[in-house]
């Protein structure tokens, strides 16, 4: 497919997509903001489930080569992310504000290369943040207002001389 975006947001009672809507590797942008009902999206898409009962992405995101943008914002039952999102070499913003159960990133999130904005504000249960993000050179702007349970911010941020904002 020549798809390269695919916005989702709002759709309240959108709860699945056909199976037909696989072979997205062309996707560039997938925005999934604010749909609650979504349970998940087919394993023939090649990456992702999710939104507010959803609580974890399969590994077949990292199958999504050419995707630049990745919005999750409000997926409010997501726990996780995984390892694989570390092979999302272009993506260049992803926003998991509000997804208010994610406990943790995965180190491999240091693999984004090409990042250049993360929004995790009003992630409540985020405890920490991965030594990883001192590795993402391309990283120009940070939220992370209202992680209420964050402790502590890694002192390899301090490393990435592209950033420009810390939002807190």
Do not use: M
Not at 79 to 99: A, K, N, V
Request: with cysteine; aromatic share 2%; hydrophobic share 35%.
């Amino acid at each position: 497919s020549s798809l390269r975006e695919l916005e989702l947001s709002q759709c309240l009672f959108l709860d699945s997509l056909p199976d037909s809507s696989g072979g997205l590797s062309n996707l560039q942008q997938l925005h999934l903001c604010s749909c609650d009902a979504l349970v998940s999206i087919p394993y023939s898409c090649g990456q992702l489930s999710s939104c507010c009962r959803f609580t974890g992405l399969p590994d077949s995101l990292g199958q999504l080569n050419n995707l630049l943008e990745l919005d999750l914002s409000r997926c409010s039952a997501l726990t996780s992310i995984p390892d694989s999102i570390g092979q999302l070499s272009r993506l260049q913003q992803l926003d998991l504000s509000r997804c208010s159960s994610l406990n943790s990133l995965p180190e491999s999130v240091g693999q984004l290369r090409a990042l250049e904005q993360l929004n995790l504000s009003d992630c409540n249960s985020l405890t920490s943040l991965p030594e990883s993000l001192g590795q993402l050179s391309a990283l120009q702007q940070v939220n992370l207002s209202y992680c209420n349970s964050l402790t502590s911010i890694p002192d390899c941020l301090g490393r990435v001389t592209s950033l420009l904002r810390v939002d807190l």
